[in-house]
């Protein structure tokens, strides 16, 4: 690699377009890589970090925006340790905060946020998985402590943090429950060996049929608002709560007459303040396991998006008329 400059695609005002600008390629200081990016991942965050909307994961503009990333190493900074040029990695590095993002050809990591990619996935379908995944492990891991032989929720469990929480609750020896809209998706579900409860039924007659009237252990819920007073009647006594979307108000009555428990996650919070990074390369190192297992698997959208075609990427997004996670080539 002889250039001293890169693509990235940059965006410079609120929901203003995508710019692609040939920008200084980026220098790994102490404890950094530098990646080249072979694709980068989508979430749903980064359209209100587009827009400015998301008060919790600003990004001062002008940007280039993007959480997740799959690629190989370039150079490694001093005192990087278990990474070396040429290694292919995964992680979720930037894209807020002031960090810059990854939908770009290259990109400096804290070696830290970044783990070995699994052998047995694409850069395309690696780059869709860090958010979605490591969300996912703090919510069911960290917070709920998930235990074999559990019963869990999933609500909203075909999307993309629900997709991964479905998987790894099975992985972890749980009896899984998740609720979804339309016949895919609930097919999906069952194909991952989940029971698929209609998101339309009532709360009180799912916990009848799938919680043996009690409710369940642990429910995890990805979408927030109605979905998440939901929860709180889906919860057996003494169990627990856990929301990746918990940013409105809440009457707390259904959660407290059980004697529950409720922990958010707010997966960005390393990334914005510094603070226990090196838990996010210790997950993702967990999650390669897993999924060159075959226990945790991407939902991949199939179509093919690249930097020239970013503003399609996030119409498409923002849509929600894909199936599964829009990932993002890294070339022009």
């Known amino acids: 690699m002889t250039s001293s400059s890169m693509i990235a695609a940059v965006v410079e005002t609120h929901d203003g377009p995508f710019h692609l600008r040939d920008v200084a390629l980026p220098q790994p200081g102490a404890g950094e890589v530098l990646v080249r990016v072979h694709a980068s991942g989508t979430n749903p965050l980064d359209i209100k970090i587009r827009a400015g909307l998301a008060a919790h994961a600003r990004n001062p503009l002008p940007a280039t925006l993007g959480l997740d990333m799959a690629g190989t190493i370039e150079r490694v900074g001093a005192d990087v340790r278990g990474f070396v040029p040429g290694d292919e990695v995964y992680g979720m ?61 999933v609500q909203g469990g075909a999307g993309g ?101 409720y922990s958010g996650v707010f997966t960005l919070q390393p990334l914005i303040d510094g603070e226990g990074r090196g838990h996010f390369g210790e997950i993702l190192a967990e999650l390669t396991t897993l999924v060159e297992q075959g226990k945790l698997l991407p939902r991949l959208d199939p179509r093919e998006f690249t930097l020239a075609t970013l503003a399609e990427a996030y119409a498409a997004l923002e849509a929600r008329d894909g199936a599964g996670k829009i990932a993002i080539t890294a070339t022009t």
């Open 161 to 261: 943090v629900g997709h991964a929480v479905v998987q790894l609750a099975l992985a972890r020896g749980a009896t899984v429950s998740a609720t979804a809209l339309g016949g895919d998706d609930l097919a999906y579900l069952e194909r991952l060996g989940a029971a698929p409860i209609d998101g339309g039924r009532d709360v009180a007659d799912y916990v009848r049929a799938y919680g043996d009237g009690n409710g369940f252990d642990i429910v995890y819920d990805t979408g927030g608002g109605a979905l998440l007073d939901a929860s709180f009647h889906a919860v057996r006594r003494f169990g627990h709560v856990v929301s990746s979307l918990g940013w409105g108000q809440h009457l707390l009555a259904p959660l407290s007459f059980r004697q529950a428990s």
């Open 93 to 153: 590095i930037g894209g807020v905060g002031g960090l810059p993002g990854t939908h770009a050809e290259y990109a400096v990591a804290d070696a830290r946020l970044i783990a070995h990619k699994p052998a047995n996935l694409s850069m395309r379908e690696a780059a869709v998985l860090p958010l979605v995944a490591i969300t996912a492990w703090e919510g069911l891991i960290d917070r709920a402590q998930l235990r074999p032989g559990q019963t869990v929720l």
